[in-house]
């Protein structure tokens, strides 16, 4: 018996480019290359991007976390699609750089 799965839908798919950046473990869109500050963070899972924007993503709650650059207002993100945790979203004050999400380089890919 062959079964017929139902297409995966995203909240939103992100327009053709040379590189997008998706979940690692669902494969939904989350930020455009465009969309990337940095490569070179930390965090204590290990390597992260920095990102200005993302989609696909939900948030928890705030809180005030001791990262390695010191205290910071910070929220969990998750996929929207999968619930696999990505990394956090930096609140408005003390964010570097103007930046906005940090998600880990093995969840991402």
């Known amino acids: 018996m ?3 799965s139902k297409p995966k839908t ?3 798919y992100l327009d053709d480019c040379h590189r997008r950046y998706s979940c690692a473990h669902c494969r939904a869109h989350l930020a455009n ?3 990337l500050i940095s490569k070179s963070f930390q965090g204590s899972q290990g390597r992260a991007y920095l990102f200005n924007s993302v989609v696909n993503v939900g948030c928890g709650p705030a809180e005030e976390r ?3 650059t010191g205290l910071h207002a910070v929220a969990d993100i998750h996929c929207e699609n999968c619930k696999t945790t990505l990394g956090w979203k930096y609140k408005k004050k003390r ?3 103007g930046a906005r999400y940090l998600a880990y380089s093995h969840t991402t890919g």
């Open 95 to 97: 964010r570097p750089r």
């Open 10 to 12: 995203f909240q939103a």
């Open 33 to 35: 290359h465009d969309d």
């Open 2 to 4: 062959v079964r017929i």
């Open 66 to 68: 001791v990262l390695l």
